[in-house]
């Protein structure tokens, strides 16, 4: 395949210099872009969107048409692995994703099994390979997960819950039934990773979503010991060429356990300043984020001045300060495309700005 023509994202990942401050979005390829929704409804379902390499490769070229943002991140969904563990996934219109068959019976945890990345998620590895192809070369492409704990909320839950009654029960009535679904889990995502570098991904991203919602002494349990199970067979099995991305919500407080994983860089969402994470990391790894997606909703002109707070918080570039801008969590559907633009924009041109006078 083509060397790459925008190698910016990659280069902040390693923290080497970067002209400018690359920019993606999580959920950049989604509902706010009415492209995005006309292949949907071609589709028929969210799930045969998901499933069909073809229109995943798409609806993921669909924000580099529109943005010239540093990379694209391949369109899937974090439930595809226990999706493909047989717990029956369906996608209900203003309900969100929900499990016909939830663990909660010993037994069931029991049997529980990691999915063939060759078998069962062959299509999400056919994707990779045909974005690839697609993209020729213009940025790299992004694959991900859901970490080993966030998939169990939703494995045990049914789906998306409020106060995580089911699971905390678990977590604290039998830990002995998490666990098990948790290393479970553990080898299902590194062996679904590491697929997905071997069909072309470039960088990794896990998103554990919800292990913000953890106490202190669980989250390092129940959330962090299996993610870094995920990133040693990452390294062991890809090899160290492929930098990691690590996105706890709602994990300021542990910011630095979390770059002591051996991730390359760690994900930050809006309550946590860029500065004070740069100076609590130091040179342990780069890292992402953090805008307010709903800053996305105020005037184009307005959006620009909160992507320059941003990177005035990080801090000068300086060598090797490596920064991707993104969002704080993922874009909202109802974010207006020009204001995506605008974004865009202000990032690239600002942060040229900042290295200009450094």
Not at 37 to 56: D, I, Q, V
Not at 175 to 204: C, K, M
Not at 250 to 257: R, T, V
Not at 314 to 342: D, K
Request: net charge neutral; charged share 25%.
């Amino acid at each position: 395949m083509k060397p790459l023509a925008n190698d910016t994202f990659l280069r902040a990942l390693r923290r080497e210099p970067t002209p400018y401050t690359p920019i993606w979005l999580m959920r950049q390829a989604g509902r706010y872009l009415p492209e995005y929704k006309a292949t949907r409804s071609r589709a028929g379902s969210f799930m045969a969107l998901c499933t069909s390499p073809e229109l995943a490769c798409e609806v993921t070229l669909q924000p580099l048409e529109r943005f010239p943002l540093d990379a694209a991140i391949l369109f899937s969904d974090i439930l595809t692995i226990p999706d493909a563990m047989g717990l029956g996934l369906r996608f209900t219109e203003g309900e969100g994703p929900r499990f016909e068959r939830p663990l909660r019976d010993e037994a069931d945890i029991a049997k529980l099994a990691a999915p063939d990345p060759g078998g069962e998620l062959r299509y999400v590895t056919d994707a990779v390979r045909t974005i690839r192809r697609a993209l020729d070369g213009r940025v790299p492409l992004i694959g991900f997960s859901g970490s080993p704990w966030t998939l169990a909320c939703y494995m045990v839950e049914g789906g998306g819950s409020s106060d995580f009654r089911q699971i905390k029960t678990m977590l604290y009535r039998r830990p002995d039934l998490l666990e098990r679904i948790l290393a479970v889990n553990a080898e299902a995502v590194a062996a679904y990773l590491n697929a997905q570098v071997e069909a072309g991904a470039q960088a990794i991203m896990i998103f554990d979503s919800w292990g913000g919602v953890l106490a202190d002494g669980a989250f390092q349990r129940f959330s962090l010991a299996y993610t870094r199970r995920v990133l040693e067979a990452l390294r062991t099995q890809a090899g160290d060429g492929v930098p990691t991305i690590v996105f706890t919500k709602g994990g300021g407080l542990w910011l630095e356990q979390i770059a002591d994983t051996g991730c390359d860089a760690v994900g930050i969402d809006w309550t946590v300043d860029p500065g004070q994470a740069r100076a609590r990391i130091g040179a342990r790894c780069a890292i992402q984020g953090n805008l307010d997606p709903m800053a996305l909703m105020a005037e184009p002109e307005q959006v620009g001045a909160e992507a320059r707070r941003v990177l005035d918080r990080f801090g000068a570039p300086g060598e090797g300060s490596g920064h991707v801008f993104n969002l704080g969590h993922g874009i909202s559907q109802f974010t207006p495309p020009e204001n995506v633009s605008a974004l865009v924009e202000a990032v690239h041109r600002y942060s040229r700005e900042l290295r200009s006078r450094a």
